[in-house]
C-alpha cells in the first residue's frame, strides 16, 4: 500500500500510538509492522487529550507524524 497524497484526518482518542511512517502498513494511519523491510520505524505520539488529528501519509512532513501541509507544495 503506496504513499498517498493526503494526510488522514482522525478523531483521535487518548494514549501512546505509533504511526506508520513506511506507507506500507493495511491499517493507516496505525503501523501494522509492515515496514520491516523498508527501514523505517512508526511514529510514537502521545495524545494527551481526544481531538482530530491529521497524520501525514506522503511521508515528507518536517513534523512527523502529523502533517505539515509539504504534500500540497
Ligand atoms: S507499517 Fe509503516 S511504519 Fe510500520
Do not use: R, W
Not at 10 to 26: L, R
Not at 33 to 54: C, D, F, M, Y
Amino acid at each position: 500500500m503506496p504513499y498517498q497524497n493526503t494526510p488522514h484526518l482522525i478523531d483521535e482518542t487518548p494514549g501512546t500510538k505509533h504511526y506508520c511512517t513506511c506507507g506500507e502498513s493495511a491499517n493507516k494511519p496505525y503501523c501494522d509492522g509492515s515496514h520491516e523491510t523498508t527501514g523505517k520505524t512508526p511514529a510514537k505520539a502521545e495524545i494527551a487529550t481526544a481531538k482530530q488529528v491529521a497524520i501525514c501519509d506522503c511521508g515528507k512532513t518536517g513534523t512527523s507524524p502529523f502533517c505539515d501541509g509539504t504534500h500540497a507544495k
